[in-house]
């Protein structure tokens, strides 16, 4: 079967397993050229699979068509896909649909984390809105983080595939519309803002929460973000929010009831 695949690196390991298969993946489309799409190029060049960063149009698509491509799968992509008449458009999606649509669902799965899973279900017009196909539950651990949880669902993504493309005809018509969604927002970044005033529990929380996207700290009049932090409870007589110590390597702010270590490696300005 010939594939076009459309993601980046959140479900790469689905990329990995067609390509493993010996599927035909004859174009992959990815997301800018960042990091979040460097597993997905390195497959692509170790595997001499074309790949491009471009929006495709219909009239592209269409010409995928027509050279044999029976399969659209969608994973993590930026872009709407115009529809075409592809034989089988799927898309792969982080929760438990109809609950949890939208473009970055993954930190408000430390939330609610009943409906962490995977989703394939059909494209449609409407945003992670098509007929469910198959889908999994992927368990919240007690101190779960974003980091953590991502890399179960990539696991999971995969072998939910596998099980999908063992049947698949079967599993294509037997999906099921979708009824009483819930629609989380993309992440703001004031959602993002670590106050110094919070007790450790919640600054533990936004770090688990927010992981690999980064906390943002104000130091010295500028906004950061820092992807490595820890908070740990600790008395202390220092106001809130000064710098107690620093290194080379670390830094280290009171907080309400504690001290939050940073790891200078992981800080970068805010645009």
């Known amino acids: 079967m010939k594939i076009a695949y459309f993601g980046n690196n959140l479900f790469s390991s689905c990329l990995k397993y067609l390509i493993d298969e010996g599927f035909q993946v004859i174009r992959v489309y990815k997301n800018s050229p960042d990091l979040s799409s460097s597993v997905v190029s390195r497959l692509c060049e170790k595997n001499q699979i074309p790949s491009v960063e471009n929006q495709p149009d219909k009239e592209e698509l269409d010409n995928l068509v027509l050279q044999g491509v029976e399969m659209f799968i969608v994973a993590e992509y930026l872009h709407i896909l115009p529809e075409t008449n592809v034989k089988y458009a799927i898309n792969i999606h982080p929760t438990r649909l109809p609950m949890g649509r939208g473009p970055t669902p993954l930190p408000y799965l430390i939330k609610y984390p009943e409906y962490s899973g995977v989703t394939i279900h059909k494209l449609a017009s409407m945003v992670d809105g098509g007929d469910v196909i198959i889908q999994s539950d992927v368990p919240v651990s007690k101190d779960e983080s974003i980091t953590t949880l991502m890399v179960k669902l990539h696991i999971d993504a995969v072998n939910l595939l596998t099980v999908l493309l063992s049947d698949l005809d079967r599993f294509y018509e037997d999906a099921l519309p979708q009824i009483n969604h819930s629609y989380w927002p993309s992440i703001d970044i004031g959602d993002r803002i670590l106050d110094w005033k919070l007790s450790t529990n919640d600054i533990n929380y936004k770090v688990r929460s927010f992981g690999f996207l980064g906390?943002?700290?104000?130091?010295?009049?500028?906004?950061?973000?820092?992807?490595?932090?820890?908070?740990?409870?600790?008395?202390?007589?220092?106001?809130?929010?000064?710098?107690?110590?620093?290194?080379?390597?670390?830094?280290?702010?009171?907080?309400?009831?504690?001290?939050?270590?940073?790891?200078?490696?992981?800080?970068?300005?805010?645009?």
Request: with cysteine; glycine share 6%.
């Open 215 to 271: 906390l943002v700290v104000k130091l010295d009049n500028l906004l950061w973000n820092a992807k490595h932090i820890e908070a740990v409870e600790c008395g202390h007589q220092y106001e809130i929010g000064v710098v107690i110590f620093e290194d080379e390597y670390l830094l280290v702010i009171s907080s309400n009831d504690g001290i939050v270590c940073i790891h200078k490696n992981s800080l970068s300005l805010v645009a």
